[in-house]
């Protein structure tokens, strides 16, 4: 293959004049995937300005000030479009959430795995229910927190304990954890 | 006439579809083997490029739809964040606001073929309305266009363009407000002309097609403006002329990107970078460069609804054209005086496109009318007797045996012995 | 076919005349082309420069100009760091939405807020400014003719109005603005700013490096437009002598 491409190549180069079809197809070859590349690299720039812009990129992550949520409260915070939930837990929450046995639940997850080391108080999770996307209730000391005193899904009764796990039907997964850094004491990055 | 077409297509998959309905076959016929004259020179490459230009315009435009919002609050930071934050969309634009001068200068030159080699002529004067019609399209387009990025000269210039319709009597003023969908230049209008830009080149684009079907029923026209008498006279499209417009295609690509790199705002007015605001006129208010040349003459009568009737004559004279000349020989390669008005012609287009980018004040108003004045007598008076009146030279026998036996004096434009005239050109 | 030379003669004489007979009246005064480091197909911008004039911008003209495209993040492009850029937005205060007794507050600005305007909104911007509306610099480069060469002329073109000219109140006179008047007093003298690399800050050397920034901020695109253009055009270049290769060899056997 290579053989006859180099050879091609040589019947190219010396001959000249004559109507060779060998140095017509290499001609054409060439010609053919300088197109194609061309054709190629305009087509790039089409398809990346339908990727997010800078503008939607420099919100992709966001700082938020910890200091003001009290213990037992929690904050709704808008990231990428959607609600976050981050909730300063009680000693006594933390405890329960830490001492579910993994094989009672329904996505099995342990509340290690959903904070992080050394600042288990803060839970930080996309207020999406798995279900069918609808912003389950919990945070307002008002709002009806469902049996396991974390959230309680209005839909369809889906209701999560205070990890964040989903603790009774219809939904199938754990609320899902935004990617997030601490920065400083409290303060913490998300995205 | 029902029934599966006979595909001669080897290639089952192409194979099975041609039978069915038979688009292989046609592109075959249309763009393979289509018998085309031999002895094109490169200004048949500008139809090729018009179609190119359209194309990109189209698939910029698409794109640039998505970033673009159609309301005067918003309008102005939505281009500029397309220049700025979308991906590209520096690229996309300046493809697309430059693409517009492009494909006018291809268009142009293209109209400029029609005429010097007169493909304007019997058989083909409905390919040249056709044409003609995809002109205004163009420039209908193009006008709405520049207003979206409402800066001050879309503004303005959507201000005086539509004002234009005031001068019709008793309805004018209807018209205006109808257009407007208000009482100024305002949201409602800014609207209705994005919706009209992006659907205007669809339109176009079906009276390219329609333009080629009349193309490909008449065949071309060539430089020497004579009819393809035999199989000698004509090479397929394919690979031939597909080759020929690739050169054009890549020069005319040069250029292109010559302005979108280098000089991306060189046939814009730097007023469009202030946002539209409808209490201050720029001083000096000028369409896009390609509108120039009816700008002043629409200037040049100092009567409103003149102006207006002029500016639209001044194209719709072009609808007539193929009447208008009465001289039977197309190219004018065979004929000596008709060669030298349209170059005068060119040179007053090229004039009035000047005088419209200057204010309207002393000479540049003279050169205007003088401009205005052969405009109109080239087409509506000399072209007319110059038929009867020009000796045009002898025209070669056939297109694959070009040289002609001339009488030894007739070289130079001179008289013409008699009997050495130029056989007129069989009619079909 | 005289006449139509004739009238071919008329028609060029008359254009290349024109311009003559109108080289008067109150058309400003052409800038001078400066030898910007952006010119040219290989043009780059001066970081250096740029920087400084960020702070010309900063200290002086953003007390009475807006420039609303742009944003601080933007700002990593002239050649400031993250940490640098964070520090410069958070200097400044931005609206911050309403509070939860729905009153209006203010916050400490983040990269991803476009620039702070030293005015509320365009009357309040005329009312300081004796009835004259400071215009945005975000694309001041690009909305004037001679673009960059005109800002500079601008920024060092104030002088004593001739003994002819009447100056009107709260005008002042610079030969290159249409007109020869405008409202901006003069807005740089000499040490104006400090620059921290210590360039001394003559009314020039400023003018040089905000006429940098500016032209950045009306063309951030014009470093990657430029080095895709030199691209593109070799690209092209190859493609035109291939396809006529292929032309040649094409239409070898004919004519």
Redesign the interface.
Known sequence: MADTASATVRDAITTVGA?DPA??DF??L??GS??A??VG?IV???I????P????L??SSI?VDLAPVQEGQAITVVWRGKPIFVRNRTADEIKGAESVALNQLIDPQSDADRVKAGKEKWLVVIGICTHLGCVPLGNKVTDPRGDYGGWFCPCHGSQYDTSGRVRHGPAPANLGLPPYTFAGDTKIKIG | MAGLHKSEFENPVVNWIDTRMPIFTMMQKEYGSFPTPKNFNYFWNFGALAMISLAIMIATGIFLAMNYTAHTSLAFDSVERIMRDVNYGWLLRYIHANGASMFFIVVYIHIFRALYYGSYKAPRELLFMLGVVILLLMMATAFMGYVLPWGQMSYWGATVITNLFSAIPIVGEGIVTWLWGGFSVDNPTLNRFFSLHYLMPFMITGVVFLHIVALHITGSNNPLGIDVKSPQDTLPFHPYYTAKDSIGICVYLLVFAGLVFFAPNLLNHPDNYIPANPLVTPAHIVPEWYFLPYYAILRSVPNKLGGVILMFSSIAVLFVLPWLDTSPVRSARFRPIYKQLILVMVASFLVLGYVGGKPPEGIYVVLGRVATAYWFLHFLVLLPILGKLERPLPLPESISRPVVRRPPSSGGGGPLPQGATAKPMEKP | MRIALALAVFLTAGVALAPGAFAQGHEAVEAPKQPWSFNGPFGTFDRASMQRGFQVYKEVCSNCHSMKEMYYRNLTSIGLNEEQVKAIAASATVPGGTDDSGQAVERPALPSDHFRSPFANDKAARSANGGALPPDQSLIVKARENGSDYVFALLNGYEDAPADVKVGEGQYYNKYFPGHQLAMPAPLHEGAVTYADGTPATIEQMSRDVTQFLTWTSNPDLEVRKRMGVKVVLFLTLMTGLTYAVKKKVWKDVH
């Open positions: 109507a140095k017509r001609l054409k060439l010609t300088a197109v590349i061309g690299a790039w720039p089409f990346d300005s339908m990727n812009a800078k503008d939607i420099a919100l700082e």
